[in-house]
Structures are given as structure tokens and as C-alpha cells.
């Protein structure tokens, strides 16, 4: 069936270090690709999206860009602090369907 | 401010026990998923709805089933409840059409099975 890939599980960068997050999803007809932050014992919550119509997206210190050639999207937090420590999920939308990756759970090393 | 809302926080339940998970949007939103969330396998769906009285199944609907009877109101309910659906569910709403867009979660229902 459709599926996210999602690398790396678990990142840890030193404070003001970038980090990169990848994903690849399986079925082409996938058209949305939002990124969620998701705080200990809260509830995920969108953080920046990409259309398969753009290749890059940027948000202050956030960017998302995409190949849809190659399956293939990325979450690029530059300068991170230590409130960016969380778990990220990527995910893939097509129709009514929303295909979650397995999660990065990033730490940002003070 | 969007809402969605989960009628438990924490759920004991015990097996074999047929268990019912409300969820309710306040945006009117068409779209309406339920997610469980175990550690290292990220957020899994189980069903979804994309208008009242339709669903469909997700990647792991066994031993679950829903129910949409009216627009807001989304119902998870375990049949009989196993120790192996012990988990951290989430119901989530989108506004709906083909064009998908943010998906906003509720606070989730951390549910043991004993």
C-alpha cells in the first residue's frame, strides 16, 4: 500500500546547528506534504506545507522543499534552538487521505 | 479558534469490552480521521470519513469500526477491546474537497487495555 518513508528516527544538533529531516512517499498522486510538530503530551500541529505544484517553501527559520521527480521532501530547520526539540512528522495527502511518516525526534543540544 | 475535541483524555478499559472514542469538530469541516500513535511507528490510520454516513478504511482497520451520523461527530469503537490496541489515539479534521489541506488534531485519548 502507499507509504512514507521517513529518516532520520532520532537527530541530535548542537544549538544553532542546522537539521534536516527527509521523507519519500511511495504513491504519485500525492499532492500536499505538510510537516507537524508534535511537543511532549501535545497534539501534532502544522508547522509548513508545500503544493506539488512548488519546489520550495520557506518560513523564517523553516523551509520544505520538494522533487516530486524523485518522491522526495525535505524539513530544513537553520539556526535551531532549543524549543525546536520535538518529534516532526512529514506526510503525504492525496484526496481524502493524509500517509504519516514514522517520525524524527530531534534534540537540540544546549 | 479551531476545536477539536476528544471526550477522554485517559481510558481504562478491559478486554473484551466494547469501547466507544468520540471525537467532535467545531469548523464544519467534511473530512474526519482516526490516527493511532505508537512509539516508532508514527501515526497510523485507521479510518477516515469524508462526509456524514461515508468512510473508509485506513491501513489498519482490524478489530475497529466507526461511526459519522452527523458532520461533527466522529465515533471510534473498539468491538472488543485487546491488550494489543493499547495505544495513543488521535482524531483529526481537515475542511475537505480533493484539494487536502492542514489537518487539525485533537489533544488524543491515551487508552490502556488490561
Known amino acids: 500500500g502507499e507509504n512514507v518513508e521517513q529518516h532520520p528516527s532520532t537527530l541530535s544538533v548542537q544549538e544553532g546547528d542546522s537539521a534536516v529531516i527527509k521523507c519519500t512517499y511511495s504513491?504519485?498522486?500525492?499532492?500536499?506534504f505538510p510537516w507537524y510538530k508534535q511537543e511532549l503530551g501535545k497534539r501534532p500541529q502544522l508547522i509548513i506545507d508545500?503544493?506539488?505544484?512548488?519546489g520550495e517553501k520557506k518560513d523564517q527559520r523553516i523551509a520544505v522543499t520538494l522533487n516530486k521527480t524523485a518522491k522526495h521532501f525535505s524539513l530544513h530547520i537553520t539556526e535551531t534552538q532549543p524549543e525546536d526539540s520535538a518529534v516532526y512528522f512529514c506526510?503525504?495527502?492525496?484526496?481524502?487521505?493524509?500517509?504519516f511518516g514514522t517520525g524524527t525526534r530531534l534534540k537540540v543540544l544546549a | 479558534d479551531v476545536k477539536v475535541t476528544q471526550s477522554s483524555r485517559y481510558l481504562v478499559k478491559r478486554t473484551g469490552e466494547k469501547v466507544f472514542l468520540e471525537c467532535v469538530q467545531d469548523?464544519?469541516?467534511?473530512?474526519m480521521f482516526w490516527y493511532r500513535q505508537d512509539p516508532g511507528l508514527g501515526l497510523r490510520l485507521i479510518y477516515f470519513?469524508?462526509?456524514?454516513?461515508?468512510?473508509e478504511k485506513g491501513d489498519i482497520p482490524e478489530g475497529y469500526s466507526v461511526s459519522r451520523e452527523k458532520k461533527e461527530r466522529f465515533s471510534l469503537i473498539l468491538e472488543s477491546a485487546s491488550t494489543n490496541q493499547t495505544s495513543m489515539y488521535l482524531c483529526?479534521?481537515?475542511?475537505?474537497?480533493?484539494?487536502?489541506?492542514?489537518?487539525?488534531f485533537g489533544q488524543g485519548t491515551r487508552l490502556t487495555v488490561v
Open positions: 483529526a479534521s481537515s475542511l475537505g474537497g480533493r484539494m487536502n489541506t492542514e489537518a487539525f
Open positions: 504513491d504519485s498522486a500525492s499532492n500536499y
Open positions: 508545500i503544493r506539488s505544484n512548488v
Open positions: 506526510a503525504a495527502s492525496w484526496a481524502y487521505k493524509y500517509i
Open positions: 469548523m464544519d469541516h467534511e473530512n
Open positions: 470519513s469524508y462526509d456524514v454516513k461515508m468512510k
